[in-house]
C-alpha cells in the first residue's frame, strides 16, 4: 500500500511572492509512515518532486521525491519496466554526511509497488488540493498545482 498524505485543514499560504505554502506532507508506506505522520514541510514541492520521480519512474528510470524539511528523500528505483503490472521499489532514506569511506544513507522504509498505485496516489491528492484551492479561491495555488499537474500517465 502506498498513500501521500497532505491533509489540506493543514495547509497555510504563507507568502505570496514568492508563493510559499506550508503544511503537511508525509507518504504511507506499507502502513508506516514517512518521514513521519504530520512531517511539516512544504507540500507543493514535495508533490512537485513526486510528479518528476513518477515521470522518472515510467520511463525505467530512477527518481527521487525530496522533503524539504529534514535528511529524508525517497528513491524510486523501476522493477520489472517490460511486465504490464510494473513494481517501483520505493525506498525511504535518511541522507547522512559520510564520515569515513563506505558510510551511505540509511534506508529507513522499502516496499515494492505498483506504478500505478503511485500514480493514483499523486492524482487524488493533487485532486484534494485542487479543490482546497478552489474553495479558499487562492488562484495562485491553483496556477502553482496546473504546473505540477497530475501524473496522467500509466
Known amino acids: 500500500m502506498f498513500r501521500i498524505n497532505i491533509p489540506t485543514d493543514a495547509l497555510a499560504v504563507d507568502k505570496r511572492n ?14 508506516e509512515a514517512f518521514p513521519e505522520a504530520h512531517w511539516t514541510d512544504a507540500p507543493l514541492s ?11 519512474a515510467h520511463e ?17 528505483l523501476p522493477e520489472n519496466t517490460l511486465s504490464a503490472e510494473r513494481t517501483v521499489d520505493v525506498v525511504g532514506l535518511r541522507d547522512r554526511v559520510p564520515s569515513s569511506p563506505g558510510d551511505g544513507d540509511e534506508i529507513v522504509i522499502r516496499a515494492s509497488v505498483p506504478l500505478g498505485d503511485l500514480v ?3 492524482q487524488q491528492v493533487v ?28
Open 18 to 31: 514568492p508563493l510559499f505554502v506550508a503544511g503537511q506532507a508525509w507518504l504511507e508506506i506499507d502502513g
Open 46 to 56: 514535495v508533490l512537485g518532486s513526486m510528479r518528476e520521480a513518477l515521470a522518472c
Open 60 to 76: 525505467g528510470e530512477l527518481g527521487e521525491v525530496y522533503f524539504f524539511e529534514g535528511p529524508f528523500y525517497v528513491k524510486f
Open 120 to 122: 493514483r496516489s499523486h
Open 127 to 154: 485532486g484534494e488540493l485542487r479543490q482546497w484551492a478552489t474553495a479558499h479561491a487562492e488562484t495562485e495555488v491553483l496556477e502553482v498545482l496546473a504546473l505540477i499537474g497530475s501524473a496522467d500517465f500509466e
